[in-house]
């Protein structure tokens, strides 16, 4: 049976992926700043998250799935960071989740099943330096699953995704050349960079009936950094 999702951002990278493999199987709503990448089977909202009010009359009265992509990588020393800096972390990363989810919880309370994916980082659990901010704001994140995760169920099942380094457009500035890449992918005790697809793969799964006894959960998918050490 097709299912309704709804994802917040998502028009490149992971988001794009996740559209890729689900578009034809289910009814994908995308809202977000533009629709230049989008298929034309996906229902385009155009959203800033960070201004706009997300136009709900747009939306199906269920939703089973709500994915929330908008996101930074600031990566600065502490000393560094005004705390315009961590207030913008935090609205992008947070704020704009809490009104987005807000908005549309009456929704996936109308589903018999539903599942919000979140994302964190593996700094926020394996500690890096120049990680303050983003990691303040991602380990939020984690705190306001597990608290959703316990107020909505048995109904809403809550996770979060925490990765490393994924090769996106967000991350091409750490990305953009070979000797970069090496030197990010040897960090990692599978030797490599995360490919979209192993994440969007992840989200297919946690929105899908299969992971229907998970909740509550920070699934780490880093290529080991945050608990193996690499050789």
């Not at 794009?16 to 977000?32: D, G, R, T």
């Not at 994915?67 to 000393?79: E, Q, V």
């Not at 549309?104 to 589903?111: E, F, I, P, Y």
């Amino acid at each position: 049976m097709k299912k309704n999702i709804l994802l917040i951002g998502g028009s490149s990278g992971i988001g794009l992926s996740l559209i890729n493999q689900i578009s034809e199987e289910h009814n994908v709503f995308v809202a977000c700043r533009s629709n230049e990448s989008l298929p034309e089977n996906i229902n385009y909202i155009k959203y800033d998250v960070l201004n706009d009010e997300l136009d709900t009359s747009l939306i199906p009265d269920t939703i089973d799935s709500f994915i929330y992509f908008p996101g930074s990588i600031n990566l600065r020393p502490f000393k560094s960071l005004s705390i315009e800096s961590f207030k913008d972390d935090l609205e992008i990363n947070l704020i704009g989740l809490i009104k987005s989810l807000k908005s549309v919880l009456k929704n996936l309370t109308n589903s018999n099943s539903a599942s919000i994916v979140l994302f964190s980082t593996v700094a926020v659990q394996r500690g890096m330096p120049f990680h303050t901010s983003v990691s303040s704001s991602k380990g939020a994140i984690e705190g306001l699953a597990k608290s959703l995760a316990a107020e909505l169920s048995p109904k809403i099942r809550v996770n979060v995704i925490a990765p490393s380094i994924v090769n996106t457009p967000l991350a091409n500035r750490f990305l953009n050349n070979e000797i970069k890449i090496e030197k990010s992918a040897n960090r990692h005790p599978l030797k490599r960079i995360g490919d979209p697809n192993d994440i969007s793969n992840l989200i297919d799964y946690l929105i899908s009936e299969k992971s229907s006894w998970i909740t509550g959960q920070i699934i780490a998918i880093d290529g080991g950094l945050s608990t193996i050490e690499s050789n």
